[in-house]
């Protein structure tokens, strides 16, 4: 018992040194960088705001989001607030700014985090095409995965592609140089990762797992996260020569170590931080290698943060 404690006390240690090191940090280098004051006057159309014909999709700094569609998971007040990860609906997080989707889906393709479960992926699917019926420029990365521990869902391939055919951008290295214009009227880039199902193969309607990687460190310190992101970032190629996409998710995790395992008052850890790990960034030299960015319980600042970014590249700023 006085073991656990002493554990315990030290976790907190480190976790109140840790968050003392971020605001340490901003206080010393601010949040200040190319694009910061920007705000789009629009965030339901931002990427129109940019102008489809000067935007390259290897200029965007993609908001993402964690875990998307976690809003209704498990049960209010019981089994939710170990799992849930977004307090938007999928349509909401669109309308914000959202332009990539994190979903994990198990195989009767209900939507789950772990051992929970929530609607159907149908949910998903309906509200990202309500999103782009009442838009006309944005492109959307949605990344479906089968949920570590379950089994893909029978045909998903057919279904993905039955269901959002008429928008779907193809599996095609080129893509990375083009601007929105050249790409419409398609809209989505599908990243599809099953699990034991063969991958989409090259040229096809969805796009396999290696076109969107990332280096998750699974953490519940802020600082280390925060550190560990700079260092895989700064180990990427730039975007303007890199052929897929790459993600640094501004979270930490909870862990079986410590009392507290609710998913926000965690990730509040590091959630602030973002702009200014977009400031340090560019002081560690590798602004350039930013590309999707991804939060827990995403806002508008945090969308901001990323539309000012992309602004900056296209005014040839950053």
């Not at 290897?58 to 977004?86: E, Y």
């Not at 989707?101 to 509200?127: A, K, M």
């Amino acid at each position: 018992m006085g073991s656990q404690v002493s554990k315990q006390l030290e976790k907190r240690k480190a976790i109140s040194t840790e968050k003392k090191a971020l605001v340490d940090l901003g206080g010393s280098s601010g949040e200040t960088y190319p694009g910061s004051d920007y705000r789009p006057s629009d965030r339901k159309n931002w990427m129109a705001g940019l102008s489809p014909e000067k935007l390259h999709i290897n200029q965007i700094v993609w908001p993402g989001t964690h875990d998307s569609a976690t809003n209704k998971i498990g049960i209010p007040m019981i089994t939710r607030p170990f799992a849930q990860c977004q307090s938007l609906s999928i349509y909401r997080q669109l309308c914000v700014g959202t332009r990539v989707l994190d979903v994990r889906v198990q195989e009767d393709r209900r939507v789950c985090h772990g051992i929970l479960t929530t609607y159907s992926v149908d949910v998903v699917i309906q509200e990202l095409k309500k999103f782009l019926s009442e838009t006309h420029s944005e492109i959307v990365i949605l990344e479906i995965r089968t949920e570590f521990g379950h089994d893909d869902p029978p045909e998903f391939d057919k279904y993905l592609e039955e269901q959002l055919g008429e928008y779907l951008i193809h599996q095609d290295d080129n893509v990375f140089g083009k601007t929105i214009a050249e790409l419409l009227p398609k809209r989505v880039i599908c990243v599809w990762k099953p699990r034991k199902s063969p991958a989409p193969k090259h040229g096809s309607s969805l796009w396999s797992a290696g076109y969107l990687k990332d280096n998750w460190t699974d953490t519940d310190l802020p600082s280390t996260k925060f550190e560990s992101n700079m260092k895989h970032l700064s180990e990427q190629p730039p975007v303007s020569s890199r052929k897929f996409f790459y993600r640094v998710e501004n979270t930490v995790t909870p862990q079986a170590d410590n009392p507290i395992v609710c998913v926000k008052p965690v990730t509040n850890r590091i959630h602030g931080y973002a702009r200014l790990f977009i400031t340090q960034c560019f002081s560690k030299g590798c602004a350039d290698k930013l590309q999707i960015f991804s939060t827990d319980f995403i806002d508008e600042d945090f969308v901001e943060a990323c539309v000012g970014l992309t602004q900056a590249r296209v005014e040839g700023k950053a």
